[in-house]
């Protein structure tokens, strides 16, 4: 007996295809569970721990590298191991012209308890023959250097005290770097720096000798720094954006635009109970600063209610470094311009010795051009009459008078806040 072989209409009426419904679930399954994966890997810190992994790696061949000279040098003529009452820090200085190096007089570094700094010149840090960062002359040992060229710390900036060091007092030695990530820093799960065996509770030492270092700056080791930031515009009635594993007594600060109704009556809170200030840099139809200080820690998320249903931006940031005995604000101001091509939120003047300053700017324009010491932090596209919120960012700025302020590539309407934490 034949079957009918089914035709192509028929076939079709056959299958079912997805409705609106399942692919908004389907969606938002996916949208949880990469949030979920977020929270759980935690990027920053994970990018952080791996160069902490680094740093540990090169003091350990620094120690290594240093041992071998010292086995096959000690008692030649030439032999070395630098001037003892000099620190050796891996960061050039832009104003050592020569072999010699010099004080380190251009990177404005932490001043030392006693003896004074050296800093190689860029041309020639790297070196191992005795004019790098380490005044050591490798290639001297019968089997060659151990190194092509000297080992530096993965970010290598005092502005964020991510940095080697070095001291002798001729016969002995020792080797320091500040660690970066929660895990191995004081009070973290892998902590190294207490543990270590030397005489700096916040510093990582390695050596000989581990008292020759005079100096603790692995307990300001980040400076005022950025760790993770968090970003969602909505239409609606409340918005929350979300952090995670944020440090214990770290700082929370929140930049958001809002439309129509104005930041009057608006609040701030966060899972873990921290309390928020806001309407930091005064009042501003449209822009706020909220924040909280020496926070809980741990993941949480920041809401922010009391408007009706509204259009707004809203930028959640964690920093480490900033202050936690007493109220850190230290200045702020708003502005609003029309028909300019240049904007401006200021002056402030600060009395932080090392300051964070954020500045918010929102143009009906897709770029923005800051003037230093800002760098542009985050671009949000907004959703009316295409205006886009920019932060901008200024960290460890000494005391002085400041102004968010730049060019824009044409004459338009503007609003500008700028706000400083010390």
Not at 312 to 336: H, K, N, R
Request: aromatic share 10%; net charge negative; charged share 10%.
């Amino acid at each position: 007996m034949a079957f009918p072989v089914p035709t192509r209409h028929a076939r079709r009426e056959g299958l079912r295809a997805f409705t609106l419904i399942e692919l908004l679930v389907v969606i938002a399954i996916i949208a949880i569970l990469a949030v979920v994966v977020v929270l759980t890997l935690n990027p920053s810190q994970l990018l952080a721990q791996s160069r902490d992994v680094n740093r540990l790696q090169d003091m350990s061949s620094l120690v290594s590298a240093v041992n071998l000279y010292a086995a096959g040098m000690s008692g030649a003529s030439s032999f070395s191991l630098g001037n003892a009452s000099s620190v050796y820090v891996s960061v050039p200085d832009p104003l050592a012209t020569s072999t010699a190096g010099d004080a380190c007089q251009g990177l404005g570094i932490q001043a030392l308890p006693s003896g004074s700094y050296h800093c190689a010149s860029s041309t020639f840090f790297r070196g191992v023959g005795g004019a790098g960062w380490m005044p050591i002359d490798f290639s001297s040992i019968n089997s060659g250097s151990p190194f092509g060229s000297l080992p530096i710390d993965p970010v290598n900036q005092t502005s964020s005290h991510l940095y080697y060091t070095y001291a002798t007092n001729g016969s002995q030695f020792e080797v320091t770097a500040a660690m970066e990530s929660q895990k191995y820093r004081l009070g973290g799960s892998g902590n190294v720096v207490s543990t270590d065996g030397g005489i700096l509770p916040n510093t990582y030492e390695a050596g000989t000798n581990l008292s020759l270092m005079p100096l603790d700056y692995g307990s300001v080791s980040q400076g005022i720094a950025l760790v993770q930031s968090s970003t969602i515009t909505i239409d609606g009635t409340s918005s929350t954006c979300p952090l995670i594993s944020t440090g214990v007594g770290d700082f929370l600060v929140v930049m958001y635009r809002i439309n129509f109704q104005g930041i009057s009556g608006i609040t701030f809170s966060d899972t873990k109970g921290d309390s928020f200030i806001s309407d930091a840099t005064s009042s501003d139809s449209y822009l706020g600063v909220a924040y909280a200080y020496n926070i809980q820690g741990g993941s949480t998320a920041i809401t922010m209610s009391g408007f009706a249903s509204n259009i707004i931006s809203m930028s959640c940031f964690e920093y480490t470094g900033i202050q936690t005995s007493g109220d850190p604000f230290d200045g702020g101001a708003v502005l609003v311009g029309s028909a300019s091509s240049t904007y401006g939120t200021g002056p402030i003047t600060t009395t932080g010795s090392s300051d964070l300053i954020l500045g918010q700017l929102s143009p009906d324009l897709p770029s923005i051009s800051p003037t230093a010491p800002f760098s542009q932090l985050l671009q949000i596209p907004y959703a009316v009459h295409g205006w886009t919120t920019y932060t901008v960012e200024a960290v460890n700025a000494p005391a002085g008078s400041y102004n968010s302020q730049g060019s824009l590539p044409t004459s338009t309407s503007w609003h500008a806040n700028i706000a400083a934490f010390k």
